[in-house]
């Protein structure tokens, strides 16, 4: 806690960071590594999840930061805005991503379908032209 320097400042006083704020760092640090990982394997299951787990990890990132909750935020008959009102803006950003997510989330999913429903497997194969390209050193220009 930051102490006020007179007692006119001793309403202002801003406190630090507390101990559950630490914590959510730490859970939205270890849910984007986890995702990370997990988006990096090479087959299409493992990335669909980590996809998941990187989108809840954005989501929360995004609660954890718009701050503690208030009341709503309507400006009152007299056209006065409420002290200490909630910002609305992390919130609409969160439900934006999920809807975002899901869609990625449903077309990644028919994409590891249909790779399973030809090949029998959901891994993504190395790509032999890609190979050869970068074996030869040029880069792919001619």
């Known amino acids: 806690m930051i102490a006020a320097t007179n007692a006119a400042e001793a309403t202002d006083v801003v406190l630090a960071p507390t101990g559950s704020s630490l914590v959510m760092a730490l859970v939205v640090g270890g849910l984007f590594a986890a995702g990370v990982h997990l988006v990096l394997q090479r087959a299409l299951t493992r990335v669909l999840i980590g996809l998941a787990v990187l989108t809840h990890a954005g989501n929360l990132l995004l609660l954890v930061a718009g701050g503690l909750a208030g009341p709503p935020p309507f400006v009152g008959d007299d056209g006065a805005v409420p002290e200490g009102v909630a910002d609305p803006l992390p919130q609409a950003m969160a439900?934006?991503?999920?809807?975002?997510?899901?869609?990625?989330?449903?077309l990644?999913?028919?994409?590891?379908?249909?790779?399973?429903?030809?090949?029998?497997?959901?891994?993504?194969?190395?790509?032999?032209e890609d190979a050869r390209i970068a074996r030869s050193g040029s880069g792919g220009v001619a």
Request: net charge negative; hydrophobic share 55%; aromatic share 10%.
């Open 108 to 128: 990644l999913l028919g994409v590891a379908y249909r790779s399973y429903a030809l090949n029998r497997d959901d891994v993504v194969q190395d790509d032999v």
């Open 95 to 106: 439900l934006t991503a999920i809807v975002i997510s899901f869609a990625v989330s449903a």
